[in-house]
């Protein structure tokens, strides 16, 4: 079966930093999505990683493993709105979205 | 721009009615899906439409019917709503998907689903 792991929640403090792991097991591998979701609203899109590599987009950076099946999101600089889910998505070798649960990031003054 | 817009927000069924879902978006994208998410789940595919007068099912199909009649609307429809449908229901589209590319979902802010 196809699986996506991160951790359920996690809780930073404002001004530091977090690193969110996303794990996969997947059947091929057509690219890596994180979006972010606050509290009942829509996901928004972050990054997109097909490369091995860190993406660098202002606070946010997306780093890739494919030989790992791994992932991260690092969030610097944490401000009280960074507090939401981040969802990870692996596009298959069928070009259909795995999401994984969401991780839920508690932001703490 | 409204982007993808959803009606309706809430709704509140008993087992066995039916309703539909509209799905509307003004960004002339070719690619529409509809999910649900539900606790602990990660978004699960229900169906999706490649282009207008096309559906394809998704990963979780069953007890749910879509029409596409028009590019910008994107229907999903129940025909006997049952408790095990409730959910939040997120539209999205995009402008396409190639192989190696980023297609990046844009959504619609949800429809929260009970059925009694």
């Known amino acids: 079966g196809q699986n996506i792991d991160q951790p359920t929640e996690m809780t930073a403090t404002e001004g530091a930093i977090v690193q969110i792991n996303c794990t996969y097991q997947t059947s091929g591998f057509n690219g890596l999505f994180w979006y972010q979701q606050h509290a009942g609203e829509a996901p928004t899109f972050l990054s997109y990683n097909v490369l091995d590599g860190l993406e660098e987009k202002g606070r946010f950076s997306s780093f890739l493993s494919r030989s790992k099946g791994y992932s991260y999101l690092l969030l610097k600089e944490l401000q009280m709105k960074d507090s939401a889910s981040y969802l990870c998505a692996v596009k298959d070798s069928n070009y259909q979205l795995i999401w994984g649960a969401g991780t839920k990031l508690i932001i703490k003054p | 721009n409204a982007g993808v817009t959803q009606t309706p927000k809430f709704r509140v069924l008993k087992t066995g009615q039916s309703m539909t879902l509209l799905c509307a978006q003004d960004m002339n994208h070719e690619y529409m899906y509809w999910y649900r998410q539900d606790p602990g789940m990660g978004l699960r595919l229900i169906h999706y439409s490649v282009g207008e007068g096309t559906t394809a099912k998704g990963e979780v199909p069953d007890g749910y019917n879509v029409s596409r009649l028009k590019k910008q609307n994107f229907l999903l429809g129940l025909e006997s709503a049952a408790p095990s449908q409730t959910s939040v229901y997120f539209c999205?589209?995009?402008?396409?998907?190639?192989?190696?590319?980023?297609?990046?979902?844009?959504f619609g802010a949800g429809s929260r689903l009970t059925v009694l």
């Open positions: 999205a589209s995009s402008y396409g998907d190639s192989p190696s590319g980023a297609n990046v979902l844009t």
